[in-house]
């Protein structure tokens, strides 16, 4: 295992999930044995908050912290489980990392999800993963039967007095089952909305019971933590923000992969990686953080890739994973790409977003016709300033969904403009492609 590259480095290059007996031979379950027989809930706890792992989901919150929400046994109100829910319901624009672990590496997600279980006080874990990832549920099964088997899972695990169960469960299909109060709902058979907070879900989860849910990059971090240590997690980053991130780098590149590396790396860094920009050899602009992240220009691409850093530069960092425009791809066009996007999938709940996006996404594909009108601008500018503070809606799909049409308006107002006064896409004609 490369010491840069922890949770990808004993993948295959074909995704060929190991067996247990392989996945033993390269260290696997070491670190479960160390946190089980050698370690306490709560110095598990701390050895996680030590290392600041923040999640890997999308909102950067520290998984420590979350954690210390979930009751000790004999607190928690009534009979029942606590549980842990692991979140692969990954439908991101330009996201795929999450396949990639699922998929690859399935002993160590579940090697992170017993100690995350155990810290926590769970004793139910469910792997929720996107329906369209078959092998992934199937490779995930097979390593949960594996783990069974081998006393890893169940009861009594490792004669450590643990008790605790793991299953997958596959997503239905929608991309808010990805926010973790609809994802609940989901779980509970019920339409996938998110709930009004509070209740956390720590205090009233899953059938209302404590409930933990963490994305599966963060849980395929944990036996790392556990097995080395908090400050060799912390010295794989650049920066403050602990470990290393796989990446994702899609769009106009030569060579689209994911690519682990220090968190901290920088845009123009992974680009390179990825083999350079494609079409016109120049960039244009790039968002760091997935389809719900604002745009940054060629003048921010070295700045260090992490939650801080990108928010002080204005955008998300999100999934972290990237998608790139070369100068001839025009961001109207790619914003009203992920605005119709959005509006799909909105669950309908509230009214901005069940009613801002599918008007937004009209206007939109109406300024790619080139049928655009002046006022449509002053339109789309308030309906960001309403409707993309969070706080305005249930979950944050409508304030991502404004991100990039917010930093769009702002860094490239001119291209909005000439498609109205132009009556159609001016890149895309200089690029000698068709136009409305």
Not at 141 to 165: C, H, M, P, Q
Not at 259 to 284: N, Q, Y
Request: proline share 6%.
């Amino acid at each position: 295992m490369s010491a840069e590259q922890p949770l990808t480095g004993r993948a295959r290059p074909d995704r060929r999930p190991h067996t247990l007996k392989e996945w033993r031979k390269l260290g696997g379950y070491d670190a479960v044995e160390r946190g089980l027989k050698t370690m306490t809930p709560e110095e598990v706890l701390d050895t996680v908050a030590a290392a600041n792992l923040n999640g890997r989901g999308g909102a950067g919150f520290p998984a420590a912290t979350k954690w210390r929400f979930m009751p000790k046994p004999g607190d928690a109100p009534g009979d029942g489980p606590s549980y842990f829910i692991v979140n692969g319901d990954e439908m991101e624009p330009g996201a795929f990392k999450d396949r990639i672990l699922l998929e690859a590496v399935p002993h160590q997600l579940i090697e992170g999800a017993i100690l995350a279980a155990y810290a926590t006080y769970s004793s139910e874990i469910i792997v929720l993963i996107r329906d369209a990832y078959r092998d992934a549920i199937a490779n995930m099964t097979r390593a949960i039967a594996e783990a069974e088997k081998a006393g890893y899972l169940g009861k009594n695990v490792l004669g450590s007095g643990f008790d605790v169960k793991m299953w997958v469960h596959p997503s239905a299909g929608r991309y808010i089952v990805g926010e973790e109060t609809a994802l609940i709902e989901a779980l509970e058979g019920k339409r996938a909305v998110p709930r009004k907070r509070p209740p956390f879900p720590a205090q009233s989860g899953l059938w209302g019971r404590p409930t933990t849910v963490n994305n599966v990059e963060t849980v395929s971090c944990v036996s790392h933590i556990v097995g080395n240590g908090a400050q060799w997690f912390r010295a794989l980053s650049r920066t403050e923000e602990g470990g290393t991130k796989v990446f994702g780098v899609s769009g106009r590149v030569n060579k689209p992969q994911i690519i682990e590396a220090p968190m901290g790396t920088t845009a123009a860094e992974l680009i390179e990686r990825a083999g350079g920009v494609s079409g016109t050899g120049v960039l244009r602009c790039f968002q760091p953080g997935g389809g719900a992240s604002g745009f940054l220009e060629p003048a921010e691409a070295d700045i260090p890739l992490d939650f801080g850093h990108v928010a002080k530069a204005g955008s998300m960092f999100g999934t972290g994973t990237m998608i790139v425009l070369d100068e001839s791809a025009c961001p109207v066009g790619v914003i009203a790409r992920h605005i119709a996007f959005y509006a799909r999938e909105s669950c309908g709940w509230c009214t901005p977003c069940r009613d801002g996006l599918p008007w937004v996404a009209q206007i939109m594909a109406r300024l790619e016709r080139g049928e655009g009108r002046m006022e449509d601008l002053q339109v789309l500018r308030d309906t960001v300033e309403i409707a993309g503070p969070r706080g305005r809606t249930f979950c944050d799909l409508m304030g991502g969904a404004m991100s990039p049409l917010g930093t769009g308006l702002a860094r490239f107002g001119d291209l909005f403009e000439a498609h109205v006064r132009e009556g159609c896409c001016p890149i895309a004609r200089d690029y000698g492609r068709a136009v409305a």
